[in-house]
T-cell receptor
Framework: DAGITQSPRHKVTETGTPVTLRCHQTENHRYMYWYRQDPGHGLRLIHYSYGVKDTDKGEVSDGYSVSRSKTEDFLLTLESATSSQTSVYFC???????????FGSGTRLTVV | AQKVTQAQTEISVVEKEDVTLDCVYETRDTTYYLFWYKQPPSGELVFLIRRNSFDEQNEISGRYSWNFQKSTSSFNFTITASQVVDSAVYFCALNTGTASKLTFGTGTRLQVTL
């Protein structure tokens, strides 16, 4: 059983529309993260959470917002999708921020 | 600020060759943690190892070994007798004692052919 799941796995959306990606965990881990992966850039942190309703920005947070109303769910919202947000998005969890992360399977988002 | 540099973008080797993936990091913190992750063609990210800044002992796990040298700020990863299944993108990452997040390098794509 996967301790972390992302939905949807694939999405195509139009420029200017809002999009929400969901990350769900069953491990009761405190920390949750959203990264994006782009060629030549590796993985870059968008936002992270260190508890329910406790979130902070990463290095590429512009155009994104997050919410965590329950321990198990961490939502990433693209307020008005742009083509530059076409990417693969990974969610990750960890019990302690210095631990190795467990990553979800990723969401491939295409903005046309 | 923290930074991870993986200067090798792509490496191609023939099966059974040994290969070393380089990782150089930058941080001003004295307490930090270094990681390696593997991303096979299927796309998932797999945790391989964590090493803290107080432990410079090299680690060996089967065909994998890691060489941590604080003097050169490097945490290199060697695969001995490479196999086709080792073909993947490998990421090095850094977490400092004061940060709550991993900083990743840009990754090294390893291609192992028969």
């Amino acid at each position: 059983d996967a301790g972390i799941t992302q939905s949807p796995r694939h999405k195509v959306t139009e420029t200017g529309t809002p999009v929400t990606l969901r990350c769900h965990q069953t491990e009761n881990h405190r920390y949750m993260y959203w990264y994006r992966q782009d060629p030549g850039h590796g993985l870059r942190l968008i936002h992270y959470s260190y508890g329910v309703k406790d979130t902070d920005k990463g290095e590429v947070s512009d155009g994104y917002s997050v919410s965590r109303s329950k321990t198990e769910d961490f939502l990433l919202t693209l307020e008005s999708a742009t083509s530059s947000q076409t990417s693969v998005y990974f969610c990750a969890i960890s019990e302690w921020h210095r631990d190795g992360y467990t990553f979800g399977s990723g969401t491939r988002l295409t903005v046309v | 600020a923290q930074k991870v540099t993986q200067a090798q973008t792509e490496i191609s080797v023939v099966e059974k060759e040994d290969v070393t993936l380089d990782c150089v990091y930058e941080t001003r913190d004295t307490t930090y943690y270094l990681f390696w992750y593997k991303q096979p063609p299927s796309g998932e990210l797999v945790f391989l190892i964590r090493r803290n800044s107080f432990d410079e002992q090299n680690e060996i796990s089967g065909r994998y070994s890691w060489n941590f040298q604080k003097s050169t700020s490097s945490f290199n990863f060697t695969i001995t007798a490479s196999q086709v299944v080792d073909s993947a993108v490998y990421f090095c990452a850094l977490n400092t004692g004061t940060a709550s997040k991993l900083t990743f390098g840009t990754g090294t794509r390893l291609q192992v052919t028969l």
